[in-house]
């Protein structure tokens, strides 16, 4: 299975970014850092290996060499050249994909001067109107162009709407269900949230991702209904922000992609 990087990509990348000690760039949805240099891509990964590939291109050939922990249940232990497999080059392009993807949003949001106009059309997207137009009535003339700052505002408007909660992610199967049920659209659609039995969190903590099997557990109940939790900042952490969007029409899948254009994370 052949690895998908193109050499202009690359280049414009090493280009535009490139540092001689490494340029770091955090993919805020995975947690996971990169390193771009004059000449190499390094791409890590979440992987209990602290698997790195090293991305480069010898002439027109594109060359990827691997590393990870000699002994994996070591994290000192020294990171050695291993064999790629299937699994590392779908990771690779998966992470490759999401690092052009991200950094060319975030250019994009820079060069777009002032983030009210995007930032108010995602209002209209999440909030009825009534609610959308007082939320976009506390924006100041100039929302400067920084997924923080756009956060920040986002985050005052959920607030005031009843529409905020904030845990760990830990807590999302405990104290985080009780919050959750004090969100405004819940209580509105009558719905009260059932904290997993314990054979349910069994199979959310067996899952291969945690905080996805339990937004599915706590999604699950709100079907019906046809809301959803969403995580959402600027980035998936261990501290988390929570709301809980309708998606009865196509202003949901809007919403989604406005908040990825304005370079904050989502999972739902």
């Known amino acids: 299975m052949p690895v998908d990087i193109l050499k202009q990509d690359f280049d414009w990348l090493t280009s535009t970014y490139g540092k001689i000690n490494g340029s770091s760039v955090l993919d805020s949805r995975e947690n996971v850092t990169h390193e771009i240099f004059p000449d190499k891509v390094i791409i890590g990964t979440a992987f209990v290996n602290c698997a790195t590939y090293q991305v480069y291109f010898d002439g027109p050939d594109l060359e990827v060499n691997k590393f990870a922990l000699e002994n994996p249940a070591n994290e000192d232990s020294p990171l050695v050249a291993d064999p790629m497999t299937d699994i590392d080059t779908a990771e690779l392009q998966s992470r490759w994909n999401d690092l052009l993807k991200n950094i060319r949003a975030k250019e994009k949001l820079q060069g777009s001067g002032n983030a009210r106009q995007a930032l108010s059309q995602l209002f209209y997207e999440i909030f009825e109107e009534d609610q959308a137009i007082l939320a976009i009535d506390e924006l100041s003339e100039f929302v400067k162009p920084d997924p923080g700052v756009i956060w920040e505002e986002l985050a005052v408007a959920l607030q ?109």
């Not at 109940?221 to 309708?246: N, P, R, Y």
């Not at 919403?255 to 989502?266: N, S, Y």
């Open 160 to 268: 005031n709407n009843g529409n905020l909660a904030e845990f760990e992610w830990s807590d999302l199967t405990d104290t985080g269900i009780y919050a959750l049920n004090e969100l405004e659209p819940i209580q509105l659609a009558g719905i009260v949230l059932d904290v997993p039995s314990e054979e349910d969190y069994e199979d959310i903590v067996a899952a291969e991702d945690f905080a996805q099997a339990a937004l599915d557990y706590v999604n699950m109940q709100l079907e019906e209904a046809e809301l959803k939790i969403v995580a959402v900042g600027t980035a998936l952490d261990e501290f988390q922000a929570f709301t809980c969007l309708s998606v009865a029409d196509q202003r949901f899948s809007n919403a989604i992609k406005h908040m990825a254009a304005l370079c904050l994370v989502t999972l739902y």
